[in-house]
């Protein structure tokens, strides 16, 4: 985005708020023990920057994160054995949890406190972006559309992380916490050391366009 941009979003509301977020671990060290800090700026991501992005949700989103970012692996884990989820099984399969090969992940919380929290879930921020001609189908985008871009100017104007709608879960909310703001790794607690979605969260799920598993059957 050019400077003008950046001043463009000096309307997006970026003010204090406290909550607590959740976070699965996508890297796994050499030693075994996973970082929860652990990023990196070189892998492309919707909400990029240059220093890196911490990207945390709320305990559902993160799976759901999870069963968007490896749907083949959702795929081969079919516990249907090929039937598929219907309206006469979904109440069985619904609270087990999606099996091999799905890894399992580590789940963790942390409470965060901002001070300048940007919410693009707000009615400013939407009025905001649409100045710039950016709809909010554009924040959900599978190409991740102009979230860099966003993310970039937003750390330029002093914000410490993004609210903003999951792309994988349409109810639920993601933040994406800019370098500087990280939260310190004595606040981090680990909720479980191996977790994996159920397959609820798999069939709710937002996959990216021609990547949903079939045994999931149609999106809700």
Same mark, same amino acid.
Request: glycine residues 6%; proline residues 9%; contains cysteine.
């Given at each position: 985005?050019? &400077?003008?941009?950046? #001043?463009a979003?000096?309307?997006? !509301?970026?003010g204090?708020?406290?909550?607590? /977020?959740y *976070? %699965?671990h996508?890297h796994?060290p050499?030693?075994g ?5 652990w990023v990196s700026a070189?892998v !492309?991501?919707?909400w %990029? ?6 990207y /945390?949700?709320d305990a ?5 994160e999870h069963?968007?970012?490896r !749907?083949a692996?959702?795929?081969a884990?079919d516990?249907?054995g090929?039937?598929g989820?219907?309206v006469?099984?979904f &109440?069985f ?8 090969p799905?890894p399992?992940?580590?789940?963790y919380? /942390?409470?965060v406190a901002f001070e300048r929290?940007?919410?693009l879930r707000s009615?400013?921020? *939407?009025?905001a972006l649409?100045?710039l %001609?950016?709809?909010?189908s554009?924040?959900?985008a599978?190409?991740y559309g102009?979230?860099?871009a966003?993310a970039?100017a937003?750390?330029? *104007?002093?914000w410490? #992380?993004i609210r903003?709608?999951s792309?994988a ?9 800019f370098?500087y703001?990280f939260p310190p790794r004595e606040?981090?607690? /680990?909720?479980?050391?191996t ?9 709710l799920t ?7 598993p ?5 999106a809700?």
């Amino acid at each position: 985005m050019s &400077a003008l941009d950046d #001043a463009a979003l000096v309307a997006v !509301p970026a003010g204090s708020r406290t909550l607590r /977020v959740y *976070l %699965r671990h996508c890297h796994i060290p050499a030693d075994g023990h996973p970082d929860p800090l652990w990023v990196s700026a070189d892998v !492309p991501s919707r909400w %990029r920057t240059e220093s890196g992005t911490l990207y /945390v949700a709320d305990a559902e989103t993160v799976m759901a994160e999870h069963c968007r970012n490896r !749907p083949a692996e959702v795929r081969a884990a079919d516990p249907t054995g090929g039937v598929g989820l219907n309206v006469a099984n979904f &109440a069985f399969y619904a609270p087990r949890p999606v099996g091999d090969p799905l890894p399992a992940r580590a789940l963790y919380s /942390v409470e965060v406190a901002f001070e300048r929290l940007a919410d693009l879930r707000s009615q400013p921020a *939407l009025d905001a972006l649409a100045d710039l %001609r950016v709809s909010p189908s554009d924040l959900i985008a599978d190409d991740y559309g102009p979230c860099p871009a966003i993310a970039q100017a937003g750390e330029r *104007l002093g914000w410490q #992380a993004i609210r903003a709608r999951s792309a994988a879960n349409l109810d639920g909310t993601a933040l994406a916490i800019f370098r500087y703001a990280f939260p310190p790794r004595e606040r981090w607690r /680990v909720e479980t050391d191996t977790t994996r979605p159920s397959v609820r969260i798999a069939y709710l799920t937002r996959y990216r366009a021609g990547h949903r598993p079939a045994w999931l059957g149609d999106a809700p």
